[in-house]
């Protein structure tokens, strides 16, 4: 084997283990991370395959200095109304400023309300939480990232290491969940008698129940008084269930 061939040979096998090495760390990391990325997206409606993605990207998997020094999973800069502990980092300019946390759950929910919060992600929640392409070309049309290749980076890393499944597990979560119990009294019935009435949060007549959490405020508004929110909206004084008479 020629001295070319060797060096091309040995420079491949460096590669490989290097690709190998963080594929490993990236796996570790998103498997420390997936439940806080699931439940963020029950609680806010950011699919958890973004909330990985962007984790992933900006923390290198876990091994930027930013998030070693200040537990900050997601890059976000301290902005004017950030009232926390803080430190200073190079990034677009020099020693920006840059929001420390306790501990990464709170880094991951404050990403969520920073989305949430902001009038101009607003548009991103009237997106289907399962499509991640579209959310993540929306982050970078409302300036999250400045560089121009950070959606096509996003979606590589959900489709690398199939991130969607865990936006399947949280929509599942949401589904199956236990409706809560309002317990009220009859007034035209036994006085000890109690009637249980289940107040159905989610819809059961599609494959995936759309959940409050993913409603914009618009169409909630809007839709109060249709059928397909109508169990938003209860009667008031007086009214019978099972020709039983409950308040």
């Keep these: 084997m020629s001295k070319m061939k ?42 958890a395959s973004i909330t990985l993605a962007q ?39 020099k020693g920006e400023c840059f929001r420390v946390y306790d501990n990464p759950e709170a880094s991951f ?39 121009p290749t950070y959606p096509q980076k996003l979606i590589k890393i959900i489709k690398d290491y199939q991130l969607e499944q865990y936006n399947s597990i949280a929509l599942a979560r949401i589904k199956n969940s236990t409706s809560p ?6 007034t035209l019935s036994s006085p000890t008698e109690k009637v249980s009435i289940a107040i159905q949060e989610k819809e059961s007549d599609t494959e995936i129940s759309e959940s409050e959490t993913y409603i914009p405020t618009a169409k909630k508004n809007n839709d109060l008084s249709s059928s397909k929110y109508g169990h938003l909206n209860y009667p008031e004084g007086l009214f019978t269930i099972n020709n039983t008479g409950v308040v």
Excluded at 13 to 35: G, H, M, P, R, W
Excluded at 69 to 90: L, M, Q, V, Y
Excluded at 118 to 139: I, M, N, Q, V
Excluded at 181 to 186: A, D, H, L, N, S
């Design 181 to 186: 119990i309002i317990e009220v009294t009859p």
């Design 55 to 93: 984790a992933v990207l900006e923390s290198q998997s876990g091994e930027s200095d930013l998030v070693k020094r200040s537990n900050n999973h997601f890059g976000i800069k301290c902005k004017p109304e950030w009232t926390g502990a803080r430190t200073f980092h190079d990034d677009d300019a």
């Design 6 to 47: 060797l060096t091309v040979t040995l420079l491949s096998l460096i590669l490989f283990f290097q690709l190998t090495a963080q594929n490993s760390k990236t796996v570790a990391y998103i498997d420390q991370y997936k439940e806080i990325a699931i439940n963020e997206m029950i609680r806010s409606g950011v699919p």
């Design 109 to 147: 929910k404050d990403h969520s309300d920073f989305l949430k919060t902001r009038a101009h992600y607003r548009f991103l929640f009237s997106l289907s939480p399962t499509d991640s392409e579209a959310w993540a070309k929306g982050l970078k049309k409302a300036g999250y990232a400045t560089a």
